[in-house]
């Protein structure tokens, strides 16, 4: 049986969807208590039972966002066997982020409209939940690099920061009710780690010596 949330949880999450939304719609500095209090349907001084100023709201979306999909990425990739490889990894690791954010939507596209505007104690607290989000998928990509998964020069680092960049705006564009999360996963996995050209997934890059790299560089276009 599903537990029931109390009436002051179910009141919380009210202030925090009806802020993750006004703040998506009219950024930090267009956002007021009182706006959020209409969005949610209560009355204004009931708000700050919850949250004390505007700016304890904004630090709880941004923080609910990047959880909502640390979370999720980190139960998905316990869930895979001991010897799971690098691009069972990462498609995983695709699938369980993009449902998240799909799934907090509001939220994600809140952060995405005010982190460049808050307060900077706020963003630095948020940086660091955001950094440590990115050493999971550090993690993933030096794996994968240490078993010969990847070309010997690929830039981790910036593999990185595209693949996050790129799965965070699907926010932007996906619908439901079209091509399932699993399907558009499955997709951005093989452009990242096939390219356009069509490598095959099954084709692996010449095994070489640590250290040691392809004889050649490929024509083929690869993203890692």
Known sequence: MTKKL???????????DAAAKI????????????TIADEANLKAGSI???????????SAVLDIGINAVTDRVTEALAALPE???????IETAIVAHLSAIIEVG????????????????????NTRL???YGAIWQKILADAHARGEFRTSAN????????????????????????????VAREFASFVLDGLSGRSENAAFPATAAGAGPKRRSARVRAL
Request: hydrophobic share 35%.
């Open 6 to 16: 109390p009436k002051s949880a179910i009141s919380q999450k009210r202030v925090l």
């Open 23 to 34: 703040f998506r719609d009219y950024g930090y500095a267009g956002t007021t208590m009182r």
């Open 48 to 58: 700050y039972y919850h949250y004390k100023s505007k700016d304890d709201l904004i």
């Open 83 to 89: 010897d799971a490889g690098g691009r069972q990894r």
């Open 106 to 125: 509001d939220y994600t596209l809140a952060t995405r409209r005010v982190f460049g505007q808050v307060p900077e104690a706020i963003r630095a607290k």
């Open 130 to 132: 955001r950094d440590s």
């Open 156 to 183: 981790l680092t910036l593999a990185r920061l595209f693949i996050l960049g790129a799965l965070n705006w699907t926010v932007e564009w996906f619908k439901p009710g079209g091509r399932s999360i699993e399907d």
